[in-house]
Structures are given as C-alpha cells and as structure tokens.
C-alpha cells in the first residue's frame, strides 16, 4: 500500500502530544478531543518500558506528568499503565493509538534508541508506516527505522541536523519534511526564504511550538506546509478564517480495543 501521511492538500494541522491545551498530553481522552474538533494528524511520543512495550510518554522521568519518581524505561507495562497523568488520564500504548484511530496519520517523536525495535515491530504488525511520519534528534536512529520499515514511511530531518542544514549542509536524501522551532531563543526560525530553500531542495516545512493565530497568520503567508500546536481550537479558527481547514471527507470512528494489562508488543497482535 502506498504512502498516505501528507498526501492531502494544503496544510497539515497538527495537534502537539494530542493538544496539550485541551487535556492531559499524550492521553486517549486528549486525542480524542482533536480528533473531535477535526484533526486527523496527530503528533506523539514514543518511549520504552523495560520489558518492550511503546508507550506515548514524553519524558525520561515520571515526575513532571505524574508527580512519581523514577524512569518509564524502568517500569514494565503492567507498572506503567497504573500511572495516571495529571491525577487522571492512563498511558496509552502505542498499538492501542493505532488502533483506535485508523484514519489518523501520526508524527512519532522518538525519544530513546531502544525503542526503535519494538517501535518498527509495532508499526509493522499494524500496518501503519504508510500513514507515519518519525522525528526525533538524532538522523541514525530516524534512518534506521527507515530502512527497516521501508519507502512507505516517512521520516523528518533529524533535529540534530537542523544547524548543518540551517547553514546550507546536506543533503539528507531520506527525509521528506523539515520540523523548525518557532523561535530558537529570540531568533524567529522560519522565513520566506527559508521555506522556499526548503522547497527546492524537496522538503515540506512543518513549524512546531506555534500557539498564537497571529503567528499562525504570518507562518501561513510564508508558505509553511504543516503547523504543530498545543491549541488545537486557535489552529483550526486560523484556518477556518482563511477558508484553509480541510474538513474529514468522511468520519472515522475510534474503534473500540480494550486495554491489555500486560505483556509486550511481542506477544499482542
């Protein structure tokens, strides 16, 4: 099957770990919220348990989210999902993501390199590269996870990357978008010239950190191809008033999965 992450026209509203604006980030209620207003692109994060299991889970440590001590990467799944986040919201895991949202395509921010082998098995047994983006810091990792999963996924440049690419370098011929920062300290990223450079060069320009209908206003005018927020709502009015919001052709509906209270990735299917 052929790829179908980014092949809508106009641009890619992106909702950032589910639109931590409307909820507990990383959250099913979360990205159901999204997924209500619209959204079909969804951007999460992807870490590890220790014994293989994906999880949407942004940092290294529990504390900020769940006011716990210690490392995901620490905890088994049946650990993991007794976590609430914000007091309230369980911690998905990545297959029931999948599952649950067939018609969502997803940005996966991969936060660890020992997660790329149950990452790539859990893609795989959903059937899912083709309606994947990866990004994450490191180019290898992103291009290791390519080449296992195959030309049906696509993958952003490396975070890492970004000052060789900013100063002119490459080129990265595997990555097919660009995911700029807003604002790197008081320097404002993305420019006209930079998007169209971009461009020629075959990448898609997709801003992330972008919260404001302001900035919204003027990045959409510089020519970007894809916004990530945390404030889905503001997005989607930007959009709307620009007669740029590209409404679902036809619902999909989340789908129905129980949870699984234990086991890994290599034991569900």
């Not at 404001?212 to 990530?228: C, E, F, P, S, Y």
Request: charged share 25%; aromatic share 6%; with cysteine.
């Amino acid at each position: 099957m052929s790829r179908t992450y980014g092949i809508e026209p106009g641009v890619l509203a992106i909702a950032h770990r589910g639109g931590r604006s409307l909820g507990p980030e990383n959250t099913m209620e979360t990205f159901e919220r999204s997924f209500a207003l619209g959204y079909r692109y969804l951007e999460t994060d992807v870490r590890t348990t220790s014994d293989g299991v994906c999880v949407a889970f942004h940092d290294r440590t529990l504390r900020r989210v769940t006011g716990r001590p210690g490392r995901i990467a620490d905890l088994t799944w049946d650990e993991a999902r007794r976590l609430r986040v914000d007091g309230t919201a369980a911690v998905p895991r990545l297959d029931e993501l999948l599952a649950a949202w067939p018609g969502v395509r997803w940005v996966i921010d991969v936060k660890q390199p020992t997660s790329l082998v149950s990452l790539v098995r859990v893609l795989r047994r959903a059937g899912a590269a083709r309606r994947i983006c990866l990004s994450g810091t490191w180019q290898r990792w992103l291009d290791d996870a390519a080449e296992a999963l195959g030309p049906q996924v696509s993958t952003a440049l490396g975070w890492g990357n970004l000052p060789r690419y900013l100063a002119g370098g490459g080129p990265f011929p595997r990555a097919r978008y660009v995911h700029l920062p807003l604002m790197a300290g008081s320097w404002r990223v993305p420019s006209p010239a930079l998007v169209a450079r971009s461009h020629e060069r075959g990448l898609r320009v997709v801003v992330w950190g972008v919260d404001r209908a302001t900035d919204i206003h003027r990045l959409l005018d510089d020519g970007v191809d894809g916004i990530i927020t945390d404030h889905p709502d503001v997005l989607r009015e930007a959009l709307v008033a620009r007669d740029a919001w590209r409404a679902p052709t036809a619902p999909v509906r989340r789908r129905a999965r129980p949870r699984t209270p234990t086991g890994t990735e290599a034991s569900t299917g």
